[in-house]
């Protein structure tokens, strides 16, 4: 039974439950978010009717208990599947999250918001933490193995795998993705084929959920008899798919009968594969995806306008600013689309070349000498090659665009004015903060200098950027460079930088000069009055009761001792007079 399968089960069991306890708060939510699956996780069934059925579900949910948590989670939910708002689904989660501070799965969902969004990391931080709140949860760490294979870490990939199969070792759907993985990251297709051998020694049926897997490890390695069995394994399920875009069997029929160069049965299968996706078209036409695979077909059978046209729709439907992540593939899909018929890069139907629609493939087999072979005939390589030429010469131009850019401030003079400015600008600060004292300038004022020299950089290099000071007065840059191919460039500024730093450094000792001075001078300083504060007398004559007489004493000297003004004896001069000493003896010592 298919993934697909079963949630139509699930659904006709909580029909069954509703129907039954029409107040099933739970059976609702779940309810909603079966169709919303249907509608958007396999995309076997995007239509208006189906999203109509997520919202009835959810309505009936509110209305029975509209402030719970729960419903604001089925709500969020809703509005992320069934209607890409994102904003409003983390809002939703927001208010959910308040009573379910610790649920992972707002954790998890989240994390799929700000994955579509293009936050990357952030969504695997979420998704990591659903994952400490529920350990065993299997999806969620396939979800995050898949954020790592998107961000190209692939051991990180393996190791998320390798959790799930810690805790289900006989799934062999995670043996078999796990070592794709090493395919991806290695270009080995070894770890894959071994992997497939183990699960076929296990018996015949263990391979069905493996099935696309053996197809994707057979076509590598260019084995027509193991590409057969593997369709004969695939059964009606898709031979391959990535999220959303899944190919059915007919297409992979097609692809088998073109690696052994029989076009007529090529054209029959591909046919085949049109008649049944032309179906899913007309019964989903607004839905990117299957647009994708239709466009793919045609361009297998040749038909390349409308192969582009349908790649062009279907980028139009799922924009990259909606779903970073999966908005990538129909800009990929479409690119192989337009390499029928000689143009750049080389289309997986039209020339059979299978690592043209599979990136991840296509990566392996061009670094993996063992399959070269299977990208076709020489001109068909010699395609494929051509377009990662021309991909790394389009990255080596941003770069070049980048090194201009520098080039360009250095032409325009910005380089010089922001060092003059800084120069300039550290003299104004020197200048301000040893002058201002002598005239009694309020401390706000240096500061607003200050300030208005930390704005004014970046003022000065837009100016430096757009304008040119000559001896004709300022002007624009794209001007001023007309007549500056007659004169040579005067050297002005580099006085100018040299004359303000020396400034700098000097006025810079000099007043550190000048405070250390002042420093010294208000230490040696003596203060002109003087007191001693002399041990009371114990009049009780109780030795027992000494210690007040003294604590009263050493109380006052520590407070008289915070005047600045006085100096204060000693309290062991001071004390003197305890020890059967007159008043005037103690005084001559002091």
């Known amino acids: 039974m298919t993934q697909d399968q079963d949630r139509r089960k699930a659904i006709e069991l909580l029909d069954e439950a509703v129907k039954r306890d029409p107040a099933f708060f739970d059976a609702y939510c779940q309810l909603a978010g079966a169709h919303e699956d249907l509608y958007a996780v396999s995309g076997s069934d995007h239509t208006p009717t189906r999203l109509a059925l997520a919202e009835a579900a959810l309505q009936v949910a509110t209305r029975l208990r509209p402030d719970a948590a729960e419903t604001h989670l089925a709500r969020a939910q809703y509005l992320y599947y069934g209607l890409r708002d994102y904003a409003g689904a983390l809002a939703e989660l927001e208010i959910a999250r308040r009573a379910l501070p610790n649920d992972p799965r707002l954790f998890e969902l989240t994390g799929y918001i700000l994955r579509l969004r293009g936050q990357q990391e952030e969504g695997l931080q979420n998704l990591e933490r659903a994952v400490e709140l529920d350990p065993r949860n299997l999806n969620t760490l396939q979800q995050i193995s898949l954020s790592y294979q998107y961000l190209g870490r692939y051991a990180e990939a393996i190791a998320a795998l390798d959790r799930v199969l810690a805790i289900v070792p006989d799934n062999v759907e995670t043996r078999a993705n796990r070592a794709e993985y090493e395919l991806l990251w290695k270009a080995d297709i070894r770890p894959l084929h071994q992997t497939i051998d183990a699960i076929l020694a296990q018996g015949p049926g263990a391979i069905a959920r493996a099935a696309s897997s053996w197809f994707d490890c057979a076509l590598a390695e260019r084995d027509p008899a193991a590409v057969e069995r593997a369709l004969v394994a695939v059964g009606d399920n898709p031979c391959w798919g990535d999220g959303t875009i899944l190919l059915s069997r007919s297409f992979g029929e097609g692809l088998l009968a073109r690696m052994t160069k029989d076009e007529a049965r090529a054209r029959t299968a591909f046919e085949a594969a049109r008649a049944q996706q032309e179906k899913i078209v007309q019964g989903q036409p607004d839905y990117g995806p299957t647009l994708c695979v239709l466009g793919l077909i045609d361009a ?14 279907a980028i139009a439907l799922m924009p990259v600013e909606k779903d970073v992540k999966n908005g990538k593939s129909r800009p990929s899909i479409f690119r192989d689309n337009s390499s029928v018929g000689g143009r750049e890069g080389a289309c997986l139907a039209a020339t059979g ?199 009263i004493s050493e109380a006052l000297i520590n407070s008289l001792s915070e005047l600045p003004q006085l100096k204060i004896i000693a309290r062991s001069t001071a004390f003197d007079t305890k020890e059967n000493r007159s008043i005037r003896r103690a005084s001559d010592g002091i």
Not at 300 to 313: H, I, N, P, S, V
Request: proline residues 5%; positive net charge.
């Open 300 to 313: 297998a059978l040749g038909q390349k306008d409308l192969a582009l046209d349908e790649g062009r729709r």
């Open 353 to 551: 070349n299978w690592a043209a629609c599979s990136p991840s493939i296509a990566h392996a087999e061009l670094r993996r000498p063992k399959t070269a072979p299977f990208l076709g005939s020489a001109p068909r390589r010699s395609a494929l090659r051509k377009s990662r030429r021309l991909a790394r010469a389009e990255r080596r131009t941003r770069t070049m665009k980048i090194d201009n850019f520098f080039s360009e401030l250095k032409r325009r003079n910005v380089y010089k004015v922001a060092v003059a400015y800084a120069v300039v600008g550290w003299l104004l600060v020197q200048i301000t903060t040893q002058v201002f004292p002598i005239f009694e300038i309020p401390n706000w004022a240096m500061r607003l200098i200050v300030l208005a020299i930390i704005i004014g950089f970046p003022i000065s290099l837009v100016i430096a950027w757009a304008f040119e000071l000559t001896p004709e007065g300022l002007k624009r840059t794209e001007d001023a460079d007309l007549a500056a191919q007659t004169r040579t460039k005067p050297h002005a500024w580099i006085y100018v930088v040299i004359v303000g730093a020396l400034l700098s450094v000097g006025l810079f000792f000099i007043g550190r000069y000048a405070a250390q001075n002042n420093t010294g001078a208000v230490r040696t300083e003596s203060p002109g009055k003087s007191i001693a504060v002399l041990p009371f007398d114990n009049a009780t004559r109780n030795a027992d009761t000494e210690y007040l007489s003294d604590g």
